[in-house]
């Protein structure tokens, strides 16, 4: 059974920093497409980047480039998203999903075939 769990959400103040986690298990970790996306309250999901877990490719949108870092630990089936200088903007549930490899670098929700429950991130001004 496929699992992703995220955790590491939480409220801090703009220009702040946190670092999300998604812990997987259930699937060989080593040849997937890993996502982070984010949806806000009446708002789509939005991905926000993504990584090859067999070539470590990252992906960013623009509206977190510069700021996030995407980064996988294949020895712990373990995803990361560093978040640094947080803006109130980017306040939303993140939730990290799995699809085929070939599709790294796309932000199409239908190209991920699992998805984790979410973590909150706040950021007040």
């Known amino acids: 059974e496929v699992q992703l769990v995220e955790s590491g959400g939480g409220l801090v103040q703009a220009g702040g920093s946190l670092r999300l986690s998604c812990a997987a298990s259930?699937?060989?970790?080593?040849?997937?497409?890993l996502g982070w996306f984010r949806q806000a309250p009446g708002k789509e999901r939005e991905g926000v980047s993504s990584?090859?877990?067999?070539?470590?490719?990252?992906y960013y949108a623009d509206s977190v480039k510069g700021r996030f870092t995407i980064s996988s630990d294949n020895a712990k089936n373990t995803v990361y998203l560093q978040m640094n200088s947080l803006k109130p903007e980017d306040t939303a549930g993140y939730y990290c999903a799995v699809g085929e490899e070939h599709y790294s670098g796309s932000y199409h929700p239908s190209h991920y075939d699992y998805w984790g429950q979410g973590t909150q991130v706040t950021v007040s001004s």
């Open positions: 259930g699937f060989t970790f080593d040849d997937y497409a």
């Open positions: 990584i090859s877990t067999r070539d470590g490719r990252t």
